[in-house]
């Protein structure tokens, strides 16, 4: 297994982290033995990173059955909390207090905010104490590290981390997000602080490895060497050396050994400039093939009106080359769940943002479809729904 150095606290971190959230249900039981065997087996083959969160159903519970058969002590693990739920402290303390039971453990290595995507979320959280609770909480050695995890644009990221002295944070990215979620301006923002990357969403769901269009599989095959479309994607990301460790969420004996495989081979730069021109090529494929051909660039922002445009059209694109869950999940979390809203139906028509597209996209015209396809009854029932439980 390669090994990557946490900038800020020296831990041997292995390059293929192990993204528990995909273990494979019975109903709504998790298949406990199935899930252990995996646990073992990725392990076995040196990963040494197991992530999980208090809002998986099932997960602390099942990761925890397994830490206690003799690996806690001989590997990191990563829970996070949904502050977007809690109004006082005494919430966060019943929620680690419940964690620690659930992982069968006193101490939680990596602990994350979970979702925090926007400042005002964290100036919330600040206002409620929550940075003398988490000195509390290191003092007593109970969380060793604290970093948040991320949904959103590059400006609001950099916002997130300049805002508190985290150790370590998790953002989506993968080669079709170089310019979109944090990005890799924000990839490398965190590196030059000395805060540990650890990448969510590697396969952008599985769009990077089972569902890539037939122009972007033969961009790939330009190349003499065999790859399989998961290993093109690992690679690219552990080409870069501001990323820690890559979370996978594996839930196949025969995934945990592609990985781990690509984990052993890739490594920092190793990728040749003929091979990353492939990824563009990929990406101009994936996009054609997609609702909205928006890159992300972020040329038409700011928009007057507040539009998050980039990330309404990569969420609206989510609904139809992803499923229609994945891409309201995202509209939901990264345009509407603020404290300032950006969601498409905010466009006012003012046309500005069209004279920078580079892309000649009739953004106008595309907003109204994102609203009136993303906007719907659901939509509305869901943000009148979180809006009375969820605190942001
Ligand atoms: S047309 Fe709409 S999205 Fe574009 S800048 Fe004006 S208000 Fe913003
Ligand atoms: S300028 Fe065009 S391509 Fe770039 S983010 Fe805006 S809509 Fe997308």
């Known amino acids: 297994m390669q090994y990557r150095i946490d900038p800020k606290t020296g831990a041997r971190i292995s390059a293929l982290g192990y993204g528990c959230m995909r273990f494979t249900k019975n109903g709504v039981a998790v298949d406990q033995a199935k899930a252990e065997r995996e646990l ?8 040494n990173y197991f992530d999980t969160a208090y809002i998986y159903p099932g997960i602390e519970d099942a990761l925890g059955k397994w830490l206690a058969q003799g690996w806690r002590d001989k590997v990191y693990v990563a829970t996070k909390t949904p502050h977007y739920l809690y109004k006082d402290l005494a919430a966060f303390d019943a929620c680690l207090a419940q964690q620690l039971r659930r992982l069968r453990t006193d101490y939680i290595d990596y602990y994350l905010i979970h979702m925090l995507c926007d400042v005002h979320q964290w100036e919330r959280l600040q206002a409620l104490g929550i940075e003398a609770w988490i000195d509390r909480q290191k003092a007593a050695g109970v969380i060793r590290h604290i970093g948040f995890s991320f949904h959103g644009g590059t400006e609001n990221f950099m916002r997130v981390l300049d805002a508190y002295d985290w150790e370590f944070c998790y953002l989506q990215y993968n080669y079709l997000d170089e310019t979109s979620q944090a990005g890799v301006r924000g990839v490398r923002y965190a590196a030059e602080k000395g805060v540990g990357v650890i990448v969510m969403e590697p396969l952008r769901g599985g769009r990077l490895s089972r569902r890539l269009p037939k122009e972007a599989l033969d ?12 290993d093109w994607a690992l690679r690219w990301l552990w080409n870069q050396p501001e990323v820690l460790s890559v979370l ?8 945990i050994e592609e990985n781990a495989a690509t984990a052993d081979d890739a490594a920092v730069g190793a990728l040749t400039e003929e091979e990353l021109a492939l990824y563009d090529r ?5 996009r054609k093939a997609s609702r909205i051909g928006c890159t992300g660039c972020g040329y038409c922002m700011p928009c007057p009106k507040g539009v998050d445009i980039p990330v309404c059209f990569r969420t609206y694109n989510d609904r139809y080359s992803d499923s229609w869950y994945i891409g309201m999940k995202e509209y939901l979390m990264c345009t509407t769940l603020k404290k300032t809203p950006s969601n498409a139906s905010l466009c006012a028509g003012c046309g500005k943002c069209e004279q920078h597209c580079p892309q000649g996209i009739a953004i106008r015209r595309e907003l109204r479809e ?4 993303m906007e719907g009854p659901i939509y509305h029932a869901a943000r009148r729904l979180l809006k009375l439980v969820a605190r942001y």
């Open 40 to 47: 073992t087996a990725a392990a076995e083959k040196g990963v």
């Open 370 to 373: 994102v609203q009136r396809q």
């Open 219 to 230: 961009a790939f095959a330009q190349v003499p060497v065999r790859r399989t479309p998961t």
């Open 282 to 286: 990929a990406c101009r494929a994936i």
């Open 248 to 255: 996978s969420g594996m839930n196949d004996l025969s995934q």
